[in-house]
């Protein structure tokens, strides 16, 4: 029978294992659970001018960095980063209570408040840039068009409905569930109804070709979004509903919830920016 040290390096692996495939799928956006090379595209820059400055979106960019380097320990620990996905991640078992069987984190943390504090963690550098990156490039535009207040409830609200989505398809999970995601996949799903004509300068890797190519955003957004879907389809009636690392279920619930919730925000005097095709 294996002693203390080497049960807790035999979890603290597992809980590695998972965060590797987590960080390297979900970041990137990637629609399959073994992503080969060239099958990514990367979205580089958009051509849709804003007149307000994107305070809450750098100061939510800023917030999940500065959780990564002094909460998570910007992954130079692992017993820290372990210790702060278990603490603060959303557990979907332990946040119905009908957890299942024994994973990776010991039980009687925050259970609810997870669903807020999950999504400003992350499992990696590459999970980070990846998710701060469309941010960036997508969230400056649902800000300027909402304003500031709406724009910061919307993404809070995007990020906690997206995990709701995640936990009734998972109910009986132990995996945790961290990223900032889910809330981004509202983003997308805003940007997609707003500008659906806007350009995405988008690196497509052809081999060892790597053009840039500009794709309107409804197809750009559309596509993403349809892969989301059919990637989670695939993993339903499984045991859990996270597959390859990536909750699936996430980023369409925080999609379709970006959609519905700009509807009900999008103040009356804002204007639609015409963008020129």
Not at 90 to 116: F, H, K, M, Q, Y
Request: proline share 5%.
């Amino acid at each position: 029978m294996p002693g203390r040290g080497g049960e807790k390096a035999a979890k603290s692996a597992q809980f590695g294992y998972l965060l590797s495939k987590w960080q390297l799928l979900d970041a990137l956006g990637s629609s399959r659970s073994r992503p080969r090379r060239g099958s990514r595209v990367f979205p580089l820059h958009d051509d849709n001018p804003t007149e307000l400055f994107p305070l809450f979106t750098i100061g939510i960019i800023v917030a999940c960095v500065l959780v990564w380097i002094i909460v998570q320990g910007a992954g130079t620990s692992q017993e820290l980063l372990d210790g702060s996905i278990c603490t603060l991640g959303a557990i979907p078992g332990e946040i119905t209570g009908r957890a299942v069987g024994r994973g990776p984190c010991p039980l009687g943390g925050l259970t609810w408040p997870t669903l807020v504090t999950s999504m400003f963690l992350h499992g990696g550098w590459m999970h980070i840039i990846g998710n701060m990156w469309f941010l960036w490039i997508f969230g400056n535009n649902v800000e300027d068009t909402l304003g500031r207040g709406r724009y910061l409830l919307f993404y809070l609200t995007c990020g906690v409905l997206s995990f709701l989505a995640q936990v009734v398809l998972q109910s009986n999970s132990m995996v945790p569930n961290v990223g900032a995601s889910g809330a981004i996949a509202g983003v997308l799903g805003a940007y997609f109804l707003l500008f659906p004509r806007a350009r995405i300068l988008t690196l497509v890797p052809l081999f060892f070709f790597f053009p840039l190519v500009e794709i309107p955003a409804f197809f750009f957004l559309g596509i993403w979004f349809l892969m989301q879907f059919l990637s989670g389809a695939a993993t339903i009636g499984h045991v859990s509903a996270l597959a390859g690392g990536v909750a699936w279920w996430a980023h369409i619930g925080g999609f379709l919830a970006g959609m519905l919730l700009v509807k009900l925000l999008l103040p009356r005097n804002a204007a639609r920016r015409t963008v020129i095709v």
